[in-house]
């Protein structure tokens, strides 16, 4: 079975661009969830999606904002970026239920200029 | 508030012997779960072991197994017989209210393996 996958796995941008990042979850899974990841701050949530809802929102800006279509395929977008939006950004994904275990993608790598 | 707690930014140890990372957690949660992840130099996210609160016995995988101590909150992972490949930052992580979409994770304790 083919891992989660995340598209592209390297950016780099410039202040007050915006930025699509995409995510494919495992086969099957119906939840995927985003996390940002930096030196500064760690890992932190940035929000999850299931049957195209988001269901819980980490404390980012509104900039930050996601989606998930009917195939569970996710993504995100940050909107007016910022030098501090650089970061490893991790998708996961996990079956459906809360006690499922999430199963992390490659991240992608955005680098804002 | 719900935290996760490493406390050993960075380790090191020799190829072959045994290691111990340390993790603390607060919830008032009865019923949860733990999970310890590695995330290697490629940063790509690996679950290394997981835990059910509500079992008493300690979960183990091949080489890696947990010390989990319910009433203290401490969640410890061991690794045996350390192979150059366990060279990884390592994170203890616990869901959010419960719900294993939204993990709350450690610090991260960077492990190095010697030759």
């Known amino acids: 079975k083919a891992g989660v996958t995340q598209t592209p796995r390297y950016l780099i941008k410039t202040r007050g661009q915006q930025v699509t990042l995409s995510c494919s979850p495992i086969s099957g899974h119906r939840s995927v969830s985003w996390y940002q990841q930096t030196p500064g701050q760690g890992l932190q949530f940035l929000f999850e999606?299931?049957?195209?809802?988001?269901?819980n929102k980490g404390n980012f800006p509104g900039r930050f904002s996601g989606r998930q279509f009917s195939n569970s395929r996710s993504e995100m977008n940050v909107s007016t970026l910022e030098l501090g939006d650089s970061a490893l950004y991790l998708c996961a994904s996990r079956r459906v239920a809360n006690t499922d275990t999430q199963y992390f993608g490659p991240g992608t790598r955005l680098t804002v200029l | 508030a719900q935290t996760v707690t490493q406390s050993q930014p960075e380790m090191s140890v020799q190829e072959a012997e045994t290691v111990t990372l340390s993790c603390t957690y607060d919830?008032?949660?009865?019923?949860?779960?733990l999970f310890w992840y590695k995330q290697p130099p490629s940063r790509q996210m690996i679950l290394v072991i997981r835990q059910e609160a509500y079992k008493q016995q300690n979960a183990t995988e091949n080489r890696f197994s947990v010390n989990f101590q319910k009433a203290a909150k401490s969640f410890s992972l061991k690794i045996s017989d350390s192979q150059l490949g366990d060279t990884a930052m390592y994170f203890c992580a616990f869901p959010y209210s419960g719900n294993t979409g939204k993990l709350i994770f450690g610090q991260g304790t960077t492990l190095q393996v010697k030759p």
């Open positions: 999606y299931f049957s195209e809802t988001q269901r």
């Open positions: 919830t008032s949660e009865s019923n949860y779960y």
